[in-house]
């Protein structure tokens, strides 16, 4: 399964979200650029649990180095395919929590549940001498504050089904929870000697992101965070939405509901929207009028279902105008 788009939007620009996608990126090349000291630059800054288990080991390592590379592994990246999927993922889950948390409880939030990630990975594997890297724990972090947020949410969903590519959208308590399974699953058959994806790093980050969630949501906002959200907040809602329809027995028309900020509501706006129809969808262009009210009815004529006499009813959109 791999996520292609959620349907919750954030209200503000994910800054530290963005932030964190950036310096990954520029890690990554500063990890290609070592060449054929790679090798040697992963294990000084990648996570190797056997630094810490093994006397031998550690030291050769200053208390600064064994601290930072808490830290550094979850900056570093295996291949570009790695970095791209790890990414994306953050991409999709990190701009929610971040809306919800505030961007300084946020940075907050991701290093510890990437630090916890590796506390777990170390414990269970505390022999190995394989260097740990990625940030697929602290993106499971993000995934589990996701998981609690936002369970009712809808998770568009790419599974490839032999050579055919199959969308679907899934609530995101369901794509977690089997992608949670997975990793457990994953974890119970895995050696702890061999190389490959770090399973308990990933459930750990999971179960700790949730736990982290319940603490911080008890922190009161910083002034930063307060700051930085008045000056991040979207003034406009996305151009392409979404829009889960109902419809009743009693009519051939189908309703729904439209977002739209107060600032487009003034001066009017132009929007797409998705709307399911069967196993596809349909893609509707909709011009909002300037000075639109509240729970106005937008009325797109013959868009709604076929009645038995061959007419079409109409597609009936709810301007819904949110702060």
């Not at 791999?2 to 994910?14: A, C, G, H, N």
């Not at 790419?158 to 089997?178: D, H, N, Q, S, T």
């Not at 949501?217 to 700051?227: E, R």
Request: glycine share 10%.
């Amino acid at each position: 399964m791999f996520p292609v788009r959620d349907t919750i939007q954030s209200k503000s620009y994910p800054i530290i979200n963005i932030t964190i996608i950036a310096v990954n990126v520029l890690s990554y090349l500063i990890e290609m650029s070592h060449g054929g000291q790679l090798d040697r630059f992963l294990f000084l800054y990648g996570l190797v649990p056997a630094r810490y288990s093994v006397p031998e080991i550690a030291q050769y390592f200053t208390f600064g180095q064994q601290a930072f590379s808490f830290i550094s592994f979850m900056f570093l990246h295996g291949g570009f395919w790695h970095l791209l999927g790890n990414m994306w993922s953050l991409y999709i889950f990190g701009d929610n929590v971040e809306d919800r948390l505030g961007s300084a409880r946020y940075l907050m939030f991701y290093l510890l549940c990437g630090f916890a990630s590796g506390l777990s990975h170390l414990l269970f594997n505390m022999g190995s001498q394989i260097p740990t890297i990625g940030a697929s724990g602290a993106i499971a972090g993000v995934m589990g504050a996701y998981f609690i947020l936002y369970p009712k949410a809808r998770i568009l969903t790419l599974i490839p089904i032999i050579f055919i590519p199959y969308f679907v959208e899934l609530p995101a308590y369901f794509f977690l929870g089997i992608w949670f399974l997975i990793q457990f699953v994953s974890a119970a058959g895995a050696s702890s000697q061999t190389g490959g994806i770090a399973w308990w790093a990933h459930i750990g980050g999971f179960i700790f992101g949730i736990v982290f969630l319940k603490l911080f949501l008890n922190l009161p906002q910083s002034g930063i965070s307060n700051a930085m959200r008045r000056r991040t907040v979207k003034t406009k809602s996305p151009r392409l939405q979404v829009i889960q329809t109902t419809a009743s027995d009693s009519d051939y028309h189908l309703y729904g509901s439209m977002a739209i900020t107060p600032r487009e509501a003034l001066l009017g706006t132009n929007k797409l929207v998705n709307i399911p129809w069967g196993f596809q969808k349909r893609l509707i262009r909709v011009n909002v009028p300037p000075g639109i009210t509240d729970a106005t009815i937008l009325r797109l004529a013959g868009l709604g279902r076929l009645a038995p006499d061959h007419r079409r009813g109409d597609l009936l959109l709810k301007v819904v105008i949110t702060e």
